[in-house]
């Protein structure tokens, strides 16, 4: 089933194929050279390559051995041994797949530093060579993932390596079920995100297998890099951005996720709250539940009277982030919800705008996001940026908050620009997004 139709199979079915290949003894050889050869064949089946690739690196021992079965009929299958260049030269292919995302990634990352100790110490340096080129991925786990595992291929952790990379023990999934259970009804609220882990491998019992594009992690979850290790730039002093919108939420919590995820001590951006006067004309129409500001009962009688019947109320404006404003160059960041029955999804139009007498060029808008976001970045409409223009510059960003209601959307920006041929780096950092975003 896995060759033919794991694309349009359930993320279960996936999950639930490598924890009974995990929990047959006698059966995981076998099933590591039959899914080998699929892959041989045919890498479109991302679902099958995500079980193969997660096999190979657990069984990857037993690939080169000869392995029989006896099938249900009483006949003998018989697979010989592969050689490890060719396991390896596998790999590096699924790497380089037009439909290998993080995700297929991380499989294949974690598979590479299993194989160092299941293959000879020979194979040590090949796998090096593989891993290396997630250093410079502009995914952040992924390379995160990559630098501390060529760390662990140093000879200064030979010793803890073979623990660190063994085997991984069969999960008893009645006593998960149990344990979880008794979670639950110490935890009921908290229990209601177990099962959300949009990039790990679950467990029907809710137990994430290692992958290291997963998502999925509590509030102390491990810090990303800093940008200054990301972009490689230490030198350069960093911004902070303000709001220009009102918000419920204070961001009371700012600083502890500043120091949580990204290892910085700064201090959070403010907000400002909305105009007075834009308050109190809403109040006097009616059209907001608090208690209005006191006006002569005369001068809002005329307007109640006109009004009356009606039960009409005015969209609120999106709001909008200054992330960025230096040198001439303003950008900000436009929020919305683009589909309501996806309250976690966040539609951010970036808007570049020029005050200077002399155009911006070679305008680089990149962006960092903590281990709980999905960020998506579509091209800018332009490089360059015209003088004296306001918006004339835009660029879609799509972002998936993994833990929505509990931390808000997070960002780090670096940008890149020329001015007249001067090349200029920022590195910019914004963290007070409105509640709910």
Not at 67 to 92: F, H, K
Not at 259 to 266: A, R, T
Request: with cysteine; aromatic share 6%; proline share 5%.
């Amino acid at each position: 089933m896995l060759s033919i139709a794991s694309n349009q199979a359930d993320e279960s079915v996936i999950r639930t194929s490598i924890l009974f290949i995990a929990q047959s003894d006698g059966f995981q050889g076998y099933a590591t050279h039959r899914l080998y050869r699929a892959m041989l064949e045919d890498t479109s089946q991302i679902g099958m390559v995500h079980v193969g690739i997660w096999c190979i690196g657990e069984f990857g021992d037993l690939l080169t051995r000869e392995v029989s079965l006896t099938d249900s009929d009483g006949s003998l299958s018989t697979y010989p041994p592969v050689i490890i260049a060719e396991i390896l030269n596998l790999l590096e292919k699924c790497m380089k797949l037009h439909n290998s995302d993080n995700v297929t990634k991380s499989f294949i990352l974690n598979a590479l530093i299993k194989l160092t100790i299941r293959f000879p110490a020979n194979a040590k340096s090949v796998i090096t060579d593989l891993i290396l080129p997630f250093q410079t991925s502009i995914s952040l786990e992924l390379q995160q993932r990559s630098v501390e595992y060529i760390k662990l291929l140093t000879s200064d952790w030979d010793n803890i390596r073979k623990d660190l990379f063994g085997k991984m023990p069969i999960i008893d999934e009645a006593n998960l079920r149990k344990r979880r259970a008794a979670y639950d009804l110490m935890s009921p609220i908290a229990s209601s995100n177990t099962d959300q882990t949009p990039n790990g491998i679950n467990s029907p019992g809710g137990f994430t297998l290692g992958v290291a594009g997963s998502s999925h992690a509590n509030a102390n979850a491990s810090s990303l890099l800093d940008l200054d290790d990301i972009f490689g730039g230490s030198s350069v002093s960093t911004s902070q951005s303000n709001v220009n919108v009102s918000s419920n939420n204070t961001s009371s919590n700012a600083n502890d996720l500043l120091n949580d995820i990204f290892s910085l001590n700064s201090t959070p951006s403010t907000s400002y709250p909305t105009n007075n006067v834009t308050q109190s004309s809403n109040d006097i129409f009616g059209l907001i539940s608090q208690s209005p500001l006191p006006v002569p009962v005369n001068q809002t009688a005329g307007l109640s009277n006109s009004f009356a019947g009606l039960n009409v109320g005015l969209a609120a404006p999106n709001p909008v982030v200054t992330a960025f404003d230096k040198n001439g160059l303003f950008i900000v960041l436009e929020l919305s919800k683009p589909n309501p029955s996806t309250p976690n999804l966040t539609r951010i139009l970036t808007k570049f705008s020029n005050n200077n007498p002399y155009t911006i060029e070679g305008m680089s808008f990149q962006a960092a996001v903590p281990k709980y976001l999905k960020l998506e970045m579509l091209p800018a409409s332009s490089t360059t940026i015209p003088a004296g223009s306001n918006a004339a510059v835009t660029q879609e960003i799509k972002v998936t908050n993994t833990m929505q209601g509990e931390k808000n959307i997070m960002l780090k920006l670096k940008i890149n620009y020329k001015v007249n041929g001067s090349p200029v780096e920022e590195l910019v950092q914004v963290s007070s997004f409105p509640a709910l975003y």
